[in-house]
């Protein structure tokens, strides 16, 4: 499949898809093989289930947004960008999907003049540490940004209630009661490799049901293993890989590929363009190790390891 040649389709036929080919070892993480990380993870997420308590003890984490302020605002002035060169009206409500650690969002969308925002994940898991969010307040100042007068830092809670933001931790049920041509614009960051497989078309299209006319959705997608960055995830059946033992344990991913993402965004109705694209030069993983039916998909599709995906709601 020549990935170059579906990258965008009309009316984004304009956006520059940054390309790159990765030159340097993908491997992160605790240096362990694949199949030992799967075995550990499995038993730490059954003798310490809360997220929380794993959290503290540095053993897992959900991203380092409540760490990294700049990379927060950052965030947001990006798909603000978006919007402004392919959305249509001013944008007054913005959800992030799969926040992880920190609701920092809703005090830079407000900053940035949103109305309303929504935080939508499938747990409770940003952080209550108020420091998080005073931090954010001081990057945000530093960067030009004025947060308005009335934030409220007494507790996580009160701040997103003075910043009109709505935190929803139900995952794709929470999008149900959002209504209809509500978004104006919509993100994720390393979210979308993560909703689970059977619910993946439904979140698609309620994201689409949200939108507004015009309005922009981007995805920052990442399609390597999270056992160590190669393809280690794909050795496995579906039965087994979407069992409760392996879906259940803290490294699951849907597995879906580049292609189909874009097919599932398609039919959802959204236009779209692939903002960026990061391929291996070689499979990391050997494609005989591969299970049916990766093993038979072309070398490009599964060379893809990140992408970053422009959705555009048509007029
Ligand atoms: C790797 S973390 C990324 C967190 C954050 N976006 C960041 O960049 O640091 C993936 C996040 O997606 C969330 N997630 C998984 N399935 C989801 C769903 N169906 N709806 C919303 N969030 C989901 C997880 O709970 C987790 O917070």
């Known amino acids: 499949m020549p990935i170059a040649s579906i990258v965008a389709e009309p009316p984004l036929q304009d956006v520059q898809t940054a390309q790159h080919v990765i030159t340097s070892n993908t491997k992160r993480g605790v240096p362990m093989p694949w199949w030992a990380k799967i075995a550990a993870k499995v038993v730490l997420s059954r003798v310490m289930p809360s997220y929380q308590v794993r959290q503290r003890l540095g053993l897992f984490r959900h991203g380092a947004m409540d760490r990294d302020a700049h990379r927060q605002i950052r965030q947001v002035e990006r798909v603000i960008a978006h919007h402004r060169a392919h959305g249509r009206n001013t944008p007054r409500a913005i959800l992030e999907l799969g926040p992880g650690d920190s609701v920092g969002m809703a005090l830079v969308a407000k900053s940035m003049g949103f109305h309303t925002s929504y935080l939508v994940d499938v747990g409770d898991f940003a952080s209550r540490d108020m420091q998080v969010y005073t931090r954010l307040l001081d990057a945000l100042r530093d960067t030009g940004h004025t947060p308005p007068s009335n934030v409220d830092t007494s507790s996580r809670d009160a701040l997103l209630k003075s910043v009109d933001s709505s935190y929803r931790t139900i995952g794709t049920r929470a999008l149900k009661d959002i209504p209809d041509t509500s978004i104006d614009i919509l993100f994720s960051n390393a979210v979308l490799e993560h ?29 390597m293993d999270h056992l160590g ?85 048509p007029d």
């Open 195 to 223: 909703v689970a497989r059977s619910e993946f078309q439904d979140l698609i299209e309620e994201t689409f049901r949200i939108m507004t006319p015009g309005a922009i959705a981007h995805h920052q997608i990442d399609l």
């Open 229 to 313: 960055g190669a393809l280690n995830n794909l050795r496995f059946s579906e039965r087994v890989w979407e069992g409760r033992l392996m879906s259940n344990s803290g490294f699951y991913t849907n597995r879906l590929r580049f292609s189909e993402i874009l097919d599932i965004a398609k039919k959802a109705g959204f236009n779209f363009a692939v903002t960026q694209i990061t391929a291996w030069p070689e499979l990391p993983t050997p494609k005989r190790a591969l299970a049916a039916p990766f093993n038979a998909l072309p070398d490009d599709e599964l060379k893809v390891a990140t992408f970053g995906l422009l959705l555009r709601k």
